[in-house]
């Protein structure tokens, strides 16, 4: 039986109150609720001036910390980046790679999440690996020949063993901060068929203990539905995790 996932994606948003309030106000919802934490991990991902405020945030609580991005090497001049034993040494326990803002606004290949999915497994990080169709992709019907393209490039070279530290998540670039979210059947088509490439490459048993998120305008609304389908593992949280009230209502559904 596979656990539901709520991770909240911050982005390029909050300051250090806001992100100290956020964090401690979702420990707080958390620790009121114990039977949510219990069905339901969960994980916020400030940006990264904002981790070290988080992670003392979130300190003996049950909430993990992620980062949004990272390089691929472990230290040197690569000036303004961030390397993987860097999130993990503030704390990190998940990293966000390949998300659909990276691959389509600041130009990032198949490639290049490759390497760095490779690089932040051997430092220890769970990665939370990004794939989706845009809406001209989905017109043209080309949603799963994407999606079968971005997995098998991302974990390409991947052992099994390591596998076990991916999280997918399927989000449609054209749900992701347009409130037009993937109905259930739409998400459940693509989680199912993200599960039988996984199976196809790695075999039944990573197959079917594969977390796939859905991410893409999820909201309290929609959450109860999106997250009953059986393929829905939980959700990656753009927007709605900038507010405690609406991110642990998303939770509470994924404990249902
Ligand atoms: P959204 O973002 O919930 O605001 O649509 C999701 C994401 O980009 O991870």
């Known amino acids: 039986m596979r656990r539901k996932f709520v991770a909240g994606n911050w982005k390029m948003n909050t300051d250090t109150a806001k992100a100290r309030d956020l964090a401690s106000q979702v420990v707080a919802g958390l620790a009121a609720n114990p039977a949510w934490a219990d069905k339901v991990q969960v994980a916020v991902c400030p940006p990264f001036p904002y981790l070290a405020v988080a992670a003392e945030a979130i300190k003996g ?5 992620g980062a949004q991005n990272c390089h691929h090497e472990a230290s040197g001049a690569f000036t303004g980046e961030v390397s993987p034993a860097m999130l993990k040494d503030s704390g990190c326990h998940y ?25 932040a ?9 990004c794939v ?14 994407v999606l079968k393209e971005q997995f098998h490039h991302g974990c390409h070279g991947l052992s099994r063993e390591q596998m076990s530290n991916v999280v997918l998540a399927y989000e449609p670039v054209w749900a992701i901060g347009t ?4 109905t259930p059947e739409q998400a459940q088509e693509a989680h199912a068929f993200l599960r039988g490439r ?15 998120l859905y991410g893409g305008s999820l909201v ?10 059986p393929d829905v593992d939980g959700g990656l949280i753009g927007g709605a ?12 559904a994924g404990a249902r």
């Open 61 to 65: 609580s049950k909430v993990g910390l």
């Open 95 to 119: 990293v966000i790679l390949g998300h659909s803002e990276r691959r389509h606004k600041m130009g990032e290949t198949d490639a290049q999440i490759n390497h760095k999915t490779k690089a």
């Open 121 to 129: 497994l051997q430092h220890g990080l769970t990665v939370i690996l």
């Open 132 to 145: 989706g169709e845009t809406l001209a992709e989905r017109q043209e019907q080309r949603t799963l020949a």
């Open 179 to 182: 409130g037009h979210n993937a």
């Open 198 to 212: 996984a199976s196809e490459e790695f075999g039944p048993e990573v197959a079917s203990k594969l977390q796939i």
């Open 220 to 229: 309290p609304d929609n959450a109860p539905q999106l997250l009953a389908q």
């Open 241 to 252: 995790s900038l507010d405690a009230g609406r991110f642990l209502k998303i939770i509470e």
